[in-house]
């Protein structure tokens, strides 16, 4: 016997008393309410539905069922029983739409069906801007199989969509329902329902426990279709949420529902510091290989006040620890690009904290394009280490959103999107009509990596002012500004403006617009507005927005728009009304408003610091510890390495097993410095060879500059990426080590130890069989020998004293070609 809770079709209350079990139920339902929000499940003949209302009217029914084991728990299901709750919690978020404590407040009901002898359940959430579903899976399951969802709105309701893709960058657009074309379609899907009734469809709270999912239209409804076909379930298993956003335009644009149905974070998560980054390799997609490169944007990040700058591919391990020193002066952190093939596996995954233990803030990781379980467990491991080692995480080529902004508040945002990279691809991809539907929908969901403001775009069809504005319609817990410092300097008004930009917001909401024609939104920083909008139309339009209803009051407002001849400004000072803003073609506008008779202009670029001293950047590992003088009051490690602070001015730094002949680390000192982001500055630690035969390429780098992209280690130089020469070749022959350069490079090693003798030999690559080029061993700062290279001609060997020498530099300088690929082949260091 069990007590159950029910009414009849129309919502009548039924004899609610005790029932058997085996009782034949009439035809039941199970409401769930919160405020004008309805969910209401009915058991009926076929299959169990959910009806989604909105102030009385249906928006959404919804088919329920799933297969488990090989049957489909949907049909003939009958509910026996239901469980309400109330879900109040609070969190805090560091980035997003809105940061600092969050709280929802949901109405939870778990109806228990029961499917031939099988109980499962349905977990039903109503909250005040939505609706979401979960199904909990019988104790006994084994295996999950095909979901049995199935979505169904009003015919004549518009949607908007983006053919599925496991990366999410095809573009989205409008079409009438009854005009899409059958077949999938991806996250998040919006639907107008009824005029200014709307319907934003995702998913939630997914690990590596399950997969991914999208919908399949039939040409009438929507049927959620998992990854993965079928997938090992642990014993009571719950599948991710199927949620449903609820509501105006404004009130989508504003939910955090995605976030709210996630885990809460562990006690003491750690938490990315959230902000704005230059990055180059958009407008120069080599750039990542040169440190000078990195430095010009970091100091561009100083001068507008940023927090971050990125180095994309190609970044060199002899140069970031330099980087990350010269950033740390000016309060701004670095972040280093990976392939997640190259993080794939606890050996690759260790690379983390090494990463770390340079100073290094955060990693951007590329190319996952998959929804399966298995690159879910993939997320899982590396979510897991990085928040472990405190790295900030940025997902490329990913999923989108789906919660972990609070479950993880490290991962601070992912593309998903067609971005601004699709320019770099494809030339004249993204129209004004694809960035105006995406605060509608892909941005709904959490930070969306876009990489905005890219003015120097080829055959660009948005005006300055739209692509200004996407730096505030857009939302990403790091937003990468994607030109060229140059370019933003070009454009007074812009640099200006994205200096004043804030590295967070408070608020969101959205003023005006539609996903078919405009999105004027404004993001609050403390008692600062800032409002963007971006304009889809083909010609001239005027659109318009009251600041004084922003501050409660009369208002300052400093307003950025297009002119006749590039981005213009304009002043209102008490302003209390309406203002009318002319967008030009695919144009746009910003502004900031403050209340009056506050500063609007608040940026400030940030000084260098002085980093820790240190007693030399190269030392030997002559005993079992090394002492470092310095002002220092923190220090990082690489694993395997302790450190004790000696007095107040030195650290002793030693390794906690023996360390192999030629290891060489880098010990970062660390001192306090902007924003609580600590100036830091690096020691080299080499431990001395000791006899034997040691290959050269294979050692690391104390050093290493290269004109054509990084130095590639057994490969030629080929061009400006990693690992994109071709095999070391010369007059036909084919060398397996060695070392691919360009005309012009320096890599330096050191050499300390009982070592007598480097041999080897160099040449001009084939890649480049006409070119010349000069080379040069240099023996602790002094040339030991000197070489004309030309293409078609044999290597040159050599043999050369290096006793008593500490450092090695291999360098080649330009002869007559423009470019030349030469090869340090087959290195040997012996005694």
């Not at 500004?481 to 969101?508: G, I, K």
Request: some cysteine; proline content about 5%; aromatic content about 8%.
């Amino acid at each position: 016997m069990m007590r159950i809770l029910i009414q009849d079709r129309n919502s009548n209350p039924i004899d609610n008393g005790v029932l058997p079990v085996t009782h034949a139920l009439p035809e039941i339902a199970v409401d769930v309410i919160h405020g004008d929000r309805r969910a209401i499940l009915t058991s009926n003949a076929e299959r169990p539905t959910l009806v989604w209302e909105l102030a009385g009217e249906r928006i959404a029914t919804v088919a329920l069922g799933v297969d488990v084991d090989g049957a489909d728990l949907g049909i003939g299901a009958r509910i026996v029983s239901s469980v309400e709750n109330s879900v109040r919690e609070e969190w805090t978020a560091a980035f997003g739409k809105s940061t600092g404590v969050q709280s929802a407040v949901h109405a939870e009901t778990t109806v228990v069906l029961r499917t031939g002898e099988r109980e499962w359940a349905v977990v039903i959430r109503v909250a005040a801007d939505g609706f979401a579903f979960r199904y909990r899976l019988p104790d006994d399951a084994r295996v999950l199989g095909d979901e049995h969802t199935l979505v169904g709105v009003a015919p004549e309701s518009r949607s908007w969509v983006l053919e599925y893709q496991t990366w999410y960058e095809t573009p989205r657009f409008g079409s009438d329902l009854a005009d899409l074309v059958a077949g999938d379609y991806g996250f998040p899907l919006l639907l107008e329902v009824a005029p200014e009734r709307f319907l934003l469809l995702s998913e939630s709270d997914i690990d590596g426990r399950t997969s991914g999912a999208h919908v399949a239209f039939d040409g009438e409804a929507f049927r959620i279709v998992a990854a993965d076909p079928l997938i090992a379930v642990a014993s009571g298993h719950l599948t991710p949420w199927r949620v449903g956003i609820a509501g105006t335009t404004a009130e989508i644009i504003a939910s955090t529902l995605v976030d709210e149905l996630a885990p809460a974070a562990v006690a003491d998560a750690f938490v990315a510091r959230p902000g704005r980054a230059a990055w180059s390799w958009w407008s120069s997609q080599y750039s990542g290989a040169y440190l000078e490169v990195q430095k010009r944007f970091t100091d561009f990040a100083a001068e507008q006040g940023w927090e971050h700058v990125l180095v994309d591919c190609g970044w060199d391990a002899a140069w970031v620890p330099e980087l990350v020193s010269y950033a740390s002066a000016h309060g701004i952190q670095v972040h280093l690009w990976s392939s997640w093939s190259d993080l794939d596996g606890e050996e690759s995954l260790r690379k983390l904290e090494l990463w770390r233990s340079w100073g290094v803030a955060g990693i951007k990781v590329d190319f996952m394009e998959s929804e399966a379980q298995e690159r879910y467990r993939w997320y899982d491991a590396i979510i897991a280490e990085s928040a472990r080692v405190g790295l900030a995480v940025n997902f490329h080529g990913s999923v989108i959103p789906r919660g972990w902004a609070r479950t993880h508040p490290h991962v601070v945002s992912y593309e998903g999107i067609r971005g601004a990279e699709y320019y770099v691809f494809y030339g004249n991809p993204l129209s004004a009509a694809h960035n105006v539907i995406q605060p509608f929908t892909r941005n709904v969901v959490g930070s969306m990596d876009y990489t905005p403001v890219t003015f120097s775009a080829p055959e660009r069809e948005t005006s300055d002012a739209h692509e200004l504005a996407l730096g505030i319609v857009y939302e990403s817990g790091i937003t990468h500004f994607a030109d060229d410092p140059d370019q933003y300097r070009a454009r007074p008004l812009a640099a200006r403006f994205l200096a004043e930009l804030a590295p967070t917001w408070h608020e969101v909401r959205l003023l005006d617009g539609h996903p078919d024609t405009h999105a004027t939104l404004a993001r609050r920083h403390e008692d600062r507005w800032f409002v963007g909008c971006i304009g889809a139309a083909q010609s001239e339009t005027v659109v318009s927005f009251d600041p004084s209803i922003l501050v409660d009051g009369p208002a300052d407002v400093w307003i950025v728009r297009d002119g006749d001849a590039g981005l213009i400004d304009e002043r209102r000072t008490d302003a209390a009304g309406v203002i009318d803003v002319s967008l030009s073609a695919r144009g746009g506008f910003v502004a900031i408003v403050v209340p009056a008779g506050s500063a609007v202009h608040r940026a400030e670029s940030r000084v260098a610091l002085t980093p820790p001293t240190q007693d030399g950047g190269l030392r030997v590992l002559t005993g079992d510890r090394v002492v470092i003088e310095t002002d220092a009051d923190g220090i990082r490690l690489p694993l395997g390495w302790t450190a004790v602070r000696e007095g107040d001015h030195a650290w002793s730094v030693a390794p906690t097993a023996p360390v192999a002949p030629g290891t060489l680390v880098v010990v970062t000192l660390e001192k306090p410095g902007h924003d609580r982001v600590p100036v830091t500055s690096h020691v080299r630690i080499v431990a001395p060879f000791e006899g034997g035969s040691h290959d050269v390429s294979a050692l690391a780098f104390v050093s290493a500059r290269n004109a054509i992209g990084p130095v590639e280690r057994g490969l030629a130089n080929g061009g400006g990426d990693p690992r994109d020469g071709a095999a070391l070749t010369v007059c036909g022959e084919v060398f397996a080590e060695g070392l691919g350069v360009a005309q012009e490079s320096s890599i330096v090693f050191a050499i300390p130890g009982t070592l007598r003798r480097l041999a080897g030999s160099v040449a001009v690559d084939d890649e480049t069989p006409s070119a010349d080029a000069h080379a040069e061993i240099v023996l602790d700062g002094e040339v030991a020998a000197r070489f004309a290279l030309e293409g078609g001609s044999a290597p040159t060997p050599f043999e050369i004293d290096v006793t008593g020498i500490t450092t090695l530099e291999l360098r080649t300088s330009p002869g007559a070609a423009e470019e030349t690929h030469v090869d340090w082949l087959t290195l040997r260091l012996a005694d």
